[in-house]
């Protein structure tokens, strides 16, 4: 995504890093919620969902004595089956249809714009402005609303805050089914999506690393290291922005800087962010679907193969290759013109992004909180955030935001497509749940691969989501994670973090690092160029990845 613009209609306005707009527009949201609590509505989508988990659970329980009645029956009669009365059909409503295929031509629209018009001349630039993409967006998002609206004649699942079936109109437009797969969108996946992005973003732009280091092949892929480790505790935009200034500037004598800065894409902005749901956006959707907060953890050995291998690739590359080609002068101005690392705007942030860590883990309304039978209240992690937001805008240093270049422009961006993106998935989704297993798709190798060759041109987050939902369709061979074989959903989740590294519009950060590459003078290699590094490097990582791990 671009870091360019800082509002909606102007995308090269200053933005003041904690103006008194933005600070009024988030003192508004938690009245909101405010007021929304005194009126219980918050409370009442927490006792929805635990009402609906007990009762799926009592209805586990009553299947579970039924088969041990018929299991004990069998026993007794000597194993004669048919001797033994089929138990009574639950009466189940009728399953929500799927729509036609046809109505997922919004949502590949949207995602080819995102990939094609940042690329095509004479649109590039009309792409550049935030207003647009929302045009765009809100366009496809209103044909997709459209057609549930006066077109979908079938039951709809509802399932925010809770599993609902919701029937169509009995005559003329569709209102209910329009409202719930907005309330789908929005409520599931888009609130909770967007708001631990901006907390990620403005908090970590409140930190700067400044400094000037000798730019030795060692001292890089200590920056790189550094970035892996940091970019799943973090976010990979967090680890990001974070850190490629200072890498810039301690590069800045050298002249042969490209390869280091596409390693950085490789490592910080993608393959480094697996192993917790804060540190790329598709884990966090897979967190929002069911999946436990730590157990991306399992995934520690491909996160540790794969960004070691890219480091070491990259130092025997800067060493042997493209430290040598540096002219003598140069450097020997690197190594007289040093200063060391200085960190600024710790505090408060270092104990805010804890914090914001310990919101995402604790405050799912789905799950009791830790110790006790309580289940917060629904949207309660989402205003935590925006409150700890505040308070990294009020208490932090607006000089350090400032000296980072921090705008609101990337995650204004961010948030304009997505907002299409998560209404005009819906049909694919609803799709794919109903479809899913005739996809061909079966073993965690085939998921890997499905995953990653649409992450690598489409934005990974959706791409997630979409074979999240085609494995979840599909009977387990092995123990599961939020109805997912735990073996698919590795391969789904190593797929959309890693090989969304493979162009630079796989995943947001990556045209974000490229534009502040570009501004700082360093010539970055073209969309194709970009490939031959991915397709050189990546690739037989990644085939080493499917081939160890899955």
């Not at 299991?71 to 138990?87: I, L, S, T, W, Y």
Request: charged content about 10%; overall charge negative.
């Amino acid at each position: 995504m671009h870091e360019s613009s800082a509002t909606l209609s102007a995308p090269h306005a200053p933005s003041p890093a904690g103006g008194a707009t933005v600070i009024g527009l988030l003192l508004g949201l938690l009245a909101v919620y405010g007021l929304a609590c005194l009126v219980g509505w918050p409370q009442g989508g927490r006792d929805q969902i635990v009402a609906t988990q007990r009762a799926e659970a009592l209805h586990d329980q009553a299947a579970n004595l039924v088969h041990q009645r018929d299991e004990a029956m069998r026993n007794f009669q000597g194993g004669d089956a048919a001797a033994v009365p089929p138990a009574a059909a639950d009466d189940h409503p009728p399953d929500p249809a799927a729509p036609p295929p046809a109505t997922t031509l919004p949502f590949a629209i949207l995602l080819a714009a995102i990939a094609i018009f940042p690329l095509t001349p004479g649109i590039s630039h009309w792409w550049e402005h935030n207003r647009n993409k929302l045009l765009v967006a809100g366009f496809l998002a209103a044909i997709t609303l459209g057609y549930y609206t006066f077109l979908h004649h079938q039951p709809v699942d509802l399932h925010f805050p809770a599993h609902a079936l919701i029937h169509p109109a009995a005559a003329g437009p569709s209102w209910p089914t329009a409202g719930a797969v907005l309330t789908n969108a929005l409520g599931a996946e888009y609130i909770p999506f967007i708001a631990l992005l901006f907390a990620l973003y403005v908090v970590t732009g409140g930190v700067r690393i400044e400094g000037d280091l000798v730019a030795s092949p060692t001292t890089n892929a200590t920056f790189l290291a550094l970035g892996a480790a940091m970019a799943s505790f973090i976010g990979t935009t967090g680890a990001a922005m974070l850190l490629v200034r200072p890498l810039l500037e301690t590069n800045k004598e050298r002249k042969h800087v490209a390869h280091t800065l596409v390693f950085f894409i490789f490592i910080v902005c993608n393959c480094g962010g697996l192993l917790l749901p804060i540190g790329d956006p598709p884990l966090f959707l897979g967190y929002l679907e069911g999946v436990d907060f730590l157990w991306t953890l399992n995934l520690w050995k491909p996160w540790l193969f794969t960004n070691a291998v890219l480091l070491a690739v990259y130092w025997v590359w800067d060493t042997l290759f493209a430290h040598p080609r540096e002219a003598p002068r140069d450097i020997a101005r690197d190594e007289r013109q040093t200063t060391p690392l200085q960190i600024r705007g710790l505090w408060p942030n270092a104990p805010i992004m804890a914090a914001v860590i310990a919101a995402v883990a604790l405050l799912d309304p789905a799950k009791p909180f830790p110790g006790t039978d309580w289940h917060p209240w629904v949207f309660l992690r989402e205003a935590v955030l925006v409150g700890l937001v505040l308070l990294s805008l009020l208490g932090g240093d607006g000089k350090v935001r400032a000296a980072n270049g921090f705008t609101y422009g990337a995650i204004l961006e961010v948030a304009a497509l997505f907002l299409g993106i998560f209404i005009c998935m819906q049909p694919a989704l609803a799709i794919l749940h109903e479809r899913g297993a005739s996809l061909g798709l079966d073993s965690p190798r085939s998921f890997f691969w499905a995953s990653g060759a649409l992450s690598s041109v489409l934005d990974n987050a959706p791409t997630y989501l979409v074979f999240f939902n085609a494995a979840q369709a599909l009977p387990a061979t092995g123990a599961t994670m939020a109805g997912v074989d735990v073996g698919r959903l590795a391969g789904v989740s190593l797929g959309a973090v890693f090989l969304g590294a493979m162009t630079y519009i796989g995943n947001g950060p990556n045209f974000m690092v490229k534009a502040i590459a570009e501004q700082s003078g360093v010539r970055m290699p073209s969309f194709f160029g970009y490939l031959l590094y991915s397709f050189g490097i990546l690739l037989p990582v990644f085939v080493l990845v499917s081939i160890l791990f899955l």
